[in-house]
């Protein structure tokens, strides 16, 4: 299927973008800037589209089949790119008649009175957006991960609505990503996702 990779350029995007080149699927990497075209282009051999998320982004979906959602603001902008941004691409999804919609957001998502304060308007962003994508007619999968490392992936992972606060690679959040695509089991899933001993793919069959 070809797949819009939204915030292909940050760290969990740009491993997405690997795996994704080097699969059966198509690969759109969604940029920000024209100054990143050339990157990416030369790094993973993909088509690149321009499209900010704090603008009309309908041109980016078109012809997609699939969109994983992996951009993000980094506190800049939560409530531009993280919430609106996201709704933005949601509803271009469901215009443009996109089947598939992949979220990464973030544990604690739905509880943010649980993390630091500092953290608060970004997981309620992120909640927003993940209410947006439940209410559509998308068939989506939100998956919500524990803190971000640079470690190398393990390929294990442990997921289910509910996990105890831990940590996972970068790297096993896009395998999980991916390999949700095509995971009909994820369809309408919403759950959190930490290291763990459980291969990716039999995860996602039981979550």
Not at 42 to 53: F, P, R, S, T, W
Not at 110 to 122: F, G, K, M, N, T
């Amino acid at each position: 299927m070809d797949v819009l990779i939204a915030g292909s350029h940050g760290g969990v995007g740009q491993h997405i973008t690997d795996l994704l080149a080097d699969s059966e699927h198509t690969a759109h990497a969604m940029v920000r800037t024209e100054s990143q075209v050339p990157e990416m282009e030369e790094n993973y051999g993909v088509d690149v589209i321009v499209a900010d998320l704090t603008e009309d982004v309908s041109h980016a979906v078109e012809g997609c089949d699939a969109v994983i959602f992996a951009a993000g603001s980094s506190g800049e902008d939560v409530k531009g790119v993280d919430r609106d941004g996201a709704v933005r691409l949601i509803d271009a999804a469901e215009e443009q008649g996109t089947d598939r919609f992949v979220m990464l957001s973030s544990i604690n998502a739905d509880r943010p009175e649980e993390s630091p304060e500092a953290l608060q308007p970004y997981l309620e962003a992120k909640l927003a957006a993940d209410e947006h994508l439940e209410g559509s007619e998308l068939a989506y999968t939100i998956v919500r991960p524990g803190e971000l490392t640079d470690e190398p992936a393990t390929g294990k992972v442990e997921a289910a609505r509910r996990v105890e606060r831990g940590k996972i690679t970068r790297a096993d959040v896009a395998r999980t990503l991916v390999a949700a695509l095509d995971v009909e089991n994820t369809h309408g899933k919403t759950f959190e996702l930490i290291e763990g001993d459980e291969p990716i793919e039999s995860a996602l069959e039981t979550v």
